[in-house]
């Protein structure tokens, strides 16, 4: 139980597109999803966290209009990269949180999703 | 504000050897305390968590972790590793109350020589 998936694995883009990355919890109602970044050799840095129906919160240093998510549903959260770069490569992943007693006190981590912009 | 240090960024054992990765967080309230692995071009898998209870969790592939309330510390523990637990592990915490947040620690790389 409290699988979560993540939309597409991996892909490439040229400068200057976007790019949508769906996070989905297969078995549970996520009110709650979190979207990480990680570099190479990194740890993940946490970007916003996501509550279903409400705005997302971003950490200090993320842009909002550069990355938006919407959590429009219990199932599915997006992350749209808006007008990629090169240094917008990196991966992915995001995460997410149930109200049940078994997805209440911890995250899900989806497999994620590594983005390489030309 | 609330961190997640790791000591050792990188560490090299022979197999056989026993490991202990230490991992300190700053943060007064209660916390669920986690370790992660993520092995060469894998994604994260939870090896074992901490919410409440006895302190010593014992979690999967024969790893363990110590809860030390007055230490801060969770530091994670095998007496006898294989090479096939080369990989990066992440310490995480994260706080229930202020809003649920999880600070992950910057991971250490741990190789194991065959």
């Known amino acids: 139980g409290a699988v979560v998936s993540q939309h597409p694995s991996w892909v490439i883009c040229k400068s200057g597109t976007s790019v949508k990355i769906e996070c989905r919890s297969l078995?549970?109602?996520?009110?709650?999803m979190f979207w990480y970044r990680q570099f190479p050799k990194q740890s993940l840095m946490l970007m916003a966290t996501?509550?279903?129906?409400?705005?997302?919160?971003?950490e200090q240093g993320v842009e909002k209009d550069k990355f938006l998510i919407n959590h429009a549903s219990l199932t599915l959260s997006t992350l749209t990269v808006t007008s990629a770069h090169p240094e917008d490569s990196s991966f992915y992943i995001c995460?997410?949180?149930?109200?049940?007693?078994?997805?209440?006190?911890?995250?899900?981590f989806g497999p994620g999703t590594r983005l390489t912009v030309l | 504000a609330q961190s997640v240090s790791q000591h050792n960024h990188h560490v090299i054992l022979s197999e056989a050897a026993s490991l202990e990765l230490g991992c300190n967080y700053s943060?007064?309230?209660?916390?669920?305390l986690f370790w992660y692995v993520q092995y060469p071009g894998q994604h994260l898998q939870l090896l074992l968590k901490y919410f409440s209870g006895d302190p010593l969790v014992k979690g999967i592939k024969g790893f363990e972790a110590e809860f030390i309330k007055s230490k801060f510390s969770f530091n994670l523990r095998k007496p006898s590793v294989q090479w096939s637990d080369t990989a990066e592990y992440f310490c995480?915490?994260?706080?229930?109350?202020?809003?649920?947040?999880?600070?992950f620690g910057a991971g250490t790389r741990l190789f194991v020589k065959a």
């Open positions: 995480a915490v994260t706080r229930n109350t202020g809003g649920f947040k999880t600070i």
């Open positions: 078995d549970f109602q996520a009110t709650t």
């Open positions: 995460s997410a949180r149930g109200v049940g007693r078994a997805t209440y006190n911890e995250q899900f």
């Open positions: 996501s509550n279903e129906g409400s705005k997302a919160t971003y």
């Open positions: 943060y007064g309230g209660t916390v669920n």
